[in-house]
């Protein structure tokens, strides 16, 4: 468990959306980026490609997006992973063929004082659930399925959840309107607080203590900038 619970607490927010934080020519110089940058991750198994956008890409384009969210979410640090060069990262380039299953994304250093996870959609296709439900353990994948348990990755695979969030049957509306792709037991206790439709150009913000999920309503495929945060 995070050391500083009672100090992450303390930056905690509803999730919030910040328009036009790209303009067009902003999102076409990020996706021809996307292009020429290596490939960190292919998961053949979740239909997902990440690349990493190391700092010293398109700098003039990186300062005009800091300056922006220093502007709506005050100072923070960058919390992104590693390329496999060993570069900085300004975040991870995610392109989705399938929903992305419930998860939390915080990090495994228990020692720092997490802040907000930005999304940046460079589509507009899909929806991202963000639950009320927080968990600050490490970046975690929460499943009952029995193989999805055994898979390897970069986040822990766990049931824990359902000892964690006790409560009534998950919504049928919503699980209906966006969540088939999961198994309805799995959702058990949880409660949404945001359904976010993919709009290009704009940030979601949410914090990274919140479990989130993709929507079952994904055409072809989308693409997205995710940036994670600390204090």
Known sequence: MHK???LIKKFETKPFIIKNLLSK?????IKKLYKKLPLEIY????????????????KKLQIQIVKKLNKKIGKFKFDNPKTKEGFNSFGMIQESFKPVGLHVDTGFDFNKVLYKQILIPL????ETIVFR????GCSTTFSLDPKELRAKGYNKRSSEHQNLFKGKDFNKKYYKNYLKHENIKNLKGLLIEKVYKWRAGEALIFDRSQLHCASSNIKNKKIGLTIVTKK
């Open 4 to 6: 500083k619970i009672r």
């Open 25 to 29: 020519k902003q999102i076409i110089a």
């Open 43 to 58: 998961n053949r198994r979740q239909k997902i490609i990440k690349k990493k956008r190391a700092t010293h890409f398109e």
């Open 123 to 126: 589509s507009s296709n899909g």
């Open 133 to 136: 439900n927080r968990f600050y």
